[in-house]
């Protein structure tokens, strides 16, 4: 906890706790991840040992993400002159998209196009249309029995999927 080993506090006092949409979040699993106790929230004026802030978590499962609030105490347990308050911000990722299946081969005829953005959209999207990813990343572009690599099979058309080819899509390493 801090940037320093050395400078670290040996207590501090929680000031504030606050979920969004929901409730708890900051809890103590008092002993760790395998013990057989179940992590305890944390609420506003507990006190917490250095040892103890390396087993504090952030429950997201009641809530969507918040914010909680710290001050440094020093060996005697009182506040840090000239430390101001210190604010932890949770940011819950929105859930992950929903794909059926992890690979999913699409067969062409010889020498026609696959529209997948088109034809085959939850290829991309995902099956779950609240869930849809912002944007995805193409990190592998297979071209089994093609001898000539100058060109890619996967290309970027204009919106109606027609017209010209846009930008021929590359794997970049």
Do not use: C
Not at 12 to 23: A, E, F, Q
Not at 86 to 109: F, G, I, M
Not at 116 to 138: E, Q, Y
């Amino acid at each position: 906890m801090g940037a320093h080993a050395t400078s670290k506090p040996y207590y501090v006092r929680i000031t504030s706790v606050n979920p969004t949409n929901g409730s708890a979040g900051l809890m103590l699993d008092s002993d760790g991840p395998n013990g057989p106790d179940a992590p305890r929230a944390i609420g506003p004026n507990q006190t917490l040992s250095t040892e103890d802030m390396k087993r504090v978590t952030w429950d997201a499962s009641t809530n969507d993400g918040g914010t909680f609030t710290f001050e440094v105490l020093d060996y005697y347990k009182n506040p840090v002159p000239g430390v101001p308050l210190q604010t932890v911000t949770v940011d819950e990722l929105p859930a992950p998209p929903v794909y059926t299946k992890e690979t999913d081969v699409q067969h062409v005829p010889f020498a026609q196009v696959l529209k997948i953005g088109a034809d085959h959209a939850d290829m991309l999207n995902g099956t779950n249309d609240t869930r849809k990813p912002a944007s995805i990343r193409i990190t592998n572009i297979v071209q089994p029995h093609d001898l000539d690599t100058s060109h890619s099979p996967l290309q970027l058309r204009d919106n109606n999927g027609t017209g010209t080819v846009a930008q021929q899509l590359r794997q970049t390493t």
